[in-house]
């Protein structure tokens, strides 16, 4: 049996993969201590509270750095770096169980200049975020007064960190020590340690960073509800109506069977059986159509196989794993693309499959990255952590290269060769016949704008192009919405948080509508060869 193309550098391919998305835990590897061991504080980042993606290296404000320099080593995940987490150490020495009194860690001499920058972060409400153990702590620049002349920044950093047994289970922030502002003056830093024993099981130390009482209130469930029942009521009165004109379909032409041929030659077909010769003919554009359906596809398994992973792994209780886990999952799920998009293709009589075969495996990547990559120049420009270090960019690249390629085409050759020939149930005419004229509402323009209408609201509390469209018209509205909800519902500002929002809502749009736009195709695909498959056509 000879070997699949492509198939022998699968594995080594599998085995970058593996290297490039290294495991999220950070240095506290196992989440043990023992008494008196180290524990880091990392400080992460600091930014606007309203411009929650503009965040910069918590050290580009004039802060001090405590005393202690050696630290156990620190490995990065890919997830980390995508998402901009900036880890560095405080250099504070804190050990396991060994309360520290009161203590000064460092001085900052404030300049003019020192004293500006954090006057401009007070200003906008900057706020800072630090790990101990993989728990996120949050904390507060400074205030103003009520006059907004006189700005103070908080000096004392009070920690109370909760254990249970050798595991940390709870940590939280105190900021004291309110200190005016004044050029040319010494400021000093001081933090304490606080251990107390915890209750807290260790499976259950991030219930506190949820919201409990979310699924507590009546209008949450009532929204649910009432969405699940919409989508039932909307799947039951279309199928409905359609098993009621089938079923009279189906008498029509059973009848007209029982004819003796002269009488059936006399007349004419109508309904959906008149166009059976011209339904299964391939679509217009069919290389970029098929590379679609088969991205679609990918992007369906992917959010299916996250969905679950998260439900089962709690990936939000690791820095970088949720982004780290959908690109793993991502490169993984190429044979998806392949298969469809690439059966898809040979079905329609494509033959530059090679370049379906490209178009399908960078379809995705290339507008995530193109939108990723433009966001990162402006990134750079406002020197803010969210800049995707060029190592990164390198590593993702190499995914595209030398993972999601090489399983992309082990996907389409098997898509060719299992169900790449056509098999539709009535042939297809040689020649197109024309077009009956359609009413208004039946053109694909009016279908593909209401089309996602139904859909949306429920998120919100004929073949080919027009089923694809039709369902991924949801996107349109969802993105409409997002314009809504930053102008409206957001006190976002600035260019870099402007050009953030709209770049990423824009590609999560695209890649929804594509999903549902493949899934509304295969529906319909199985909907329409069902119908034909059981009508007898000469």
């Not at 992460?44 to 802060?63: A, C, D, I, M, W």
């Not at 992917?302 to 970088?320: F, K, P, Q």
Request: aromatic share 16%; net charge neutral.
């Amino acid at each position: 049996m000879r070997p699949l193309p492509g198939a022998p550098g699968v594995a080594a391919a599998a085995a970058l993969l593996l290297l490039l998305l290294p495991r999220a835990r950070a240095d506290e590897h196992e989440h043990t201590y023992q008494d008196k061991e180290e524990v880091v504080l990392w400080m992460n980042t600091v930014g606007p509270y309203h411009n929650r993606q503009e965040t910069y290296k918590y050290f580009s404000l004039p802060f001090c750095v405590g005393s202690k320099k050696s630290i156990s080593h620190y490995h990065e995940t890919l997830g980390e770096a995508l998402q901009g987490v900036e880890l560095e150490f405080s250099g504070l020495d804190i050990k396991f169980k060994d309360d520290v009194m009161p203590a000064t860690y460092c001085e900052i001499d404030l300049d003019k200049e020192k004293r500006d920058a954090f006057v401009y972060a007070i200003k906008n409400h900057y706020w800072y975020q630090m790990y101990i153990d993989d728990l996120p702590i949050w904390g507060i620049v400074g205030e103003a007064d009520e006059n907004g002349e006189d700005y103070y920044l908080w000096t004392y950093k009070k920690l109370e960190i909760g254990f249970n047994g050798n595991r940390i289970v709870d940590v939280n922030l105190t900021s004291e020590g309110k200190v005016k502002l004044v050029p040319n003056t010494k400021i000093q830093m001081s933090y304490s340690v606080k251990w107390k024993k915890s209750d807290v099981k260790f499976e259950d130390r991030f219930d506190k960073y949820l919201d409990p009482s979310f699924f507590q209130h009546r209008i949450h469930w009532f929204s649910i509800f009432n969405s699940f029942m919409m989508v039932i009521f909307l799947v039951g009165l279309v199928s409905m109506i359609l098993m009621r004109t089938l079923r009279k379909d189906y008498a029509r032409y059973s009848k007209e069977e029982e004819m003796d041929d002269m009488d059936r030659d006399l007349g004419d077909e109508y309904g959906w059986k008149q166009v059976h010769g011209d339904v299964f003919r391939p679509s217009s554009h069919p290389l970029i159509f098929s590379s679609l359906i088969g991205s679609g596809c990918q992007i369906f398994a992917v959010s299916l196989i996250v969905i679950i992973v998260a439900m089962i792994e709690d990936l939000y209780t690791e820095r970088g794993s949720m982004l780290s886990t959908a690109i793993f999952v991502y490169a993984a799920t190429s044979p998806v693309n392949g298969y469809f998009g690439g059966s898809l293709y040979a079905r329609q009589g494509g033959r530059r499959w090679i370049k379906q075969m490209f178009i399908g495996a960078f379809l995705i990547p290339a507008m995530v990255c193109g939108t990723a990559f433009f966001i990162n120049f402006i990134a750079i420009y406002y020197h803010a952590s969210r800049a995707i270090p060029f190592g990164t960019m390198v590593a993702v690249c190499c995914i595209c290269f030398f993972v999601i390629l090489p399983l992309n085409l082990v996907g389409t050759i098997l898509g060719r060769n299992l169900s790449g020939q056509p098999n539709f149930p009535c042939r297809v005419n040689a020649v197109p016949r024309p077009i009956p004229e359609k009413k208004w509402f039946m053109e694909p323009a009016v279908i593909v704008c209401l089309g996602g209408i139904l859909p949306f609201g429920s998120i919100f509390i004929e073949m080919q192009w027009t089923s694809f469209l039709s369902a991924a018209s949801t996107a349109i509205y969802v993105y409409m919405y997002s314009f809504y909800y930053y102008f409206f519902k957001t006190k976002m500002y600035g260019l870099f948080q402007t050009s953030f929002y709209f770049g990423y809502m824009a590609v999560f749009s695209t890649a929804l509508g594509i999903m549902c736009g493949a899934i509304g195709y295969m529906g319909t695909s199985a909907f329409v060869r069902k119908i034909y498959t059981n009508v007898k056509i000469d």
